[in-house]
């Protein structure tokens, strides 16, 4: 079988600091059969292909652990659970993986939809009917009375196709994991946070720790992996104490959490991108201001950014995610921020945040997915940067600077298709966004103190 040797002149393994120079990468079949010096390199045979990366820095493919691959660039709860269907959405996320590896990540977690949404996307790509990133899927969030994900009142209810699973009892929490297990999810993700507080203001779990650790327990003897929801400290440390695979956010934990995650093995996927994003971008957007929402993202990032570079320095391993799916953080944009936002925010060096998000966060994908990192016995999923990541990640959100993507050594085609967002992804029927009082009209300057028009209609 023709192998395919890749001339490297600066090489980042994904598990080390330093970039390696003058190296060779050998594929036979989609796996690395050789990494390392050129100069000890096997011989060329004839038919073999020779790729030349040049002067680009070459790494392992991006990975993001926090990707809602079929929410449609959502507005609201109701753009995801309400206004199109689950087969239209697995439609959708297919069409958004190739705004994905356009950005240069080639493996992404999806921890959360509805019923076999992102299994049909991985299967279908797995099946080689279409190119895309390696998906390690999911189902619904199992969640609980007043947990994230009970959106809706009860009146409503949560019927099959919305992405949250009300699982109230014991019972219930079991017989969902068993019945995602057998739909072939590869991740099962908890919404561990309610939405009541305690007189001091500390979110109460949504469920026991007994509940909790039943659910991690099932969810592992299965041979899957375990996500968490959880803002709050007693969240964190339920979840932590289990034997969680990721919590996602953990930005009220304390030194128990953090004891806690140390002697579990956990690791912590802050996903702070979100947050940064309705920040930067509320000021573009009066509406939230003035909700208050953009000023409470600020207070929690404040918070968390404290809590989790504590969380950093006592040697908690990190993921990265990005939260993608979101009107605030659309496809293919804004993966990459999050690399950025632990070295400016929580203190890691480049190599460390480029490690999260390529080996660390490569630990979310199921153990035949042997990626994330340039070595021997893996696949060969990997990029080309113009310039380097070292001396300044933000470069990988340039999606120029993103030369060639390659999946098992072979380069993919990145393409982003564009699309009217009117009928691939904004169903919802706001009509208006505020109170349009006569005190308003006056702010805006549409009206005087006497009621009259101060412009032509």
Known sequence: MPRTHVLCQQLFTGLEDNVRRDQT????????????????????APGDEVIDAGQHFVMPGLIDVHTHLVFGNAKSEEDIDLHVSPEFRALRGLFFTQH????????????????????????AIDAGMFTGPHIAASSNVIANRQSLNDWFPSWVGTPEYFTGRLCATREAQIAEIRRQAKDGVDVIKIAMDGTHRRDNGEHIAAFTEDETRAM??????????????AYG???????????????????????????????????????????????????DYEA?????????????????CRNLRRAHEAGVPFMTGS????????????HAREIEILVDWLGFTPAEALRAATSVSAKMLPASRRVGALEVGR???????????????????????????????????????????NRVSDFNTVKWSELHTRARAMSLGKRSATGNPLQDM
């Not at 990468?25 to 060329?44: F, K, R």
């Not at 932590?240 to 912590?268: K, M, N, Q, T, W």
């Not at 939230?288 to 968390?304: K, L, P």
């Not at 990541?389 to 999946?407: A, H, T, W």
């Open 25 to 44: 990468l050998v594929i036979e079949d989609g796996v690395l059969s050789y990494t390392g010096p050129a100069a000890e390199a096997p011989a060329q």
């Open 100 to 123: 994905v590896l356009a950005a240069g990540y080639t493996s992404v977690v999806v921890p959360g939809d509805a019923g076999q949404c992102s299994i049909s996307v991985r299967n």
């Open 216 to 229: 991690v327990d099932e969810v592992h003897r299965l041979g899957k992996k375990v996500a968490v929801h």
């Open 233 to 283: 400290r007693e969240a964190v440390l339920y979840a932590a104490r289990a034997g969680v695979d990721v919590i996602f956010h953990a930005f009220f934990l304390d030194e128990a959490c953090i004891e806690a995650i140390l002697e579990s093995g956990s690791h912590l996927a802050p996903t702070f991108t979100m947050l940064a994003n309705n920040v930067e971008f509320a000021e």
């Open 288 to 304: 939230s201001t003035r909700s208050g929402y953009a000023e409470m993202q600020r207070r929690v990032i404040d918070i968390g």
């Open 323 to 334: 939260d993608s799916g979101f009107a605030i953080t659309p496809y293919g944009e804004w």
């Open 379 to 421: 696949q060969a999923d990997f990029i080309l940067v113009e310039g380097s990541p070292l001396d300044d990640v933000r470069i990988l959100q340039e999606r120029d600077r993103i030369r060639g993507v390659f999946l098992g050594g072979r380069r993919v085609e990145s393409r982003v298709p564009g699309y009217d967002p």
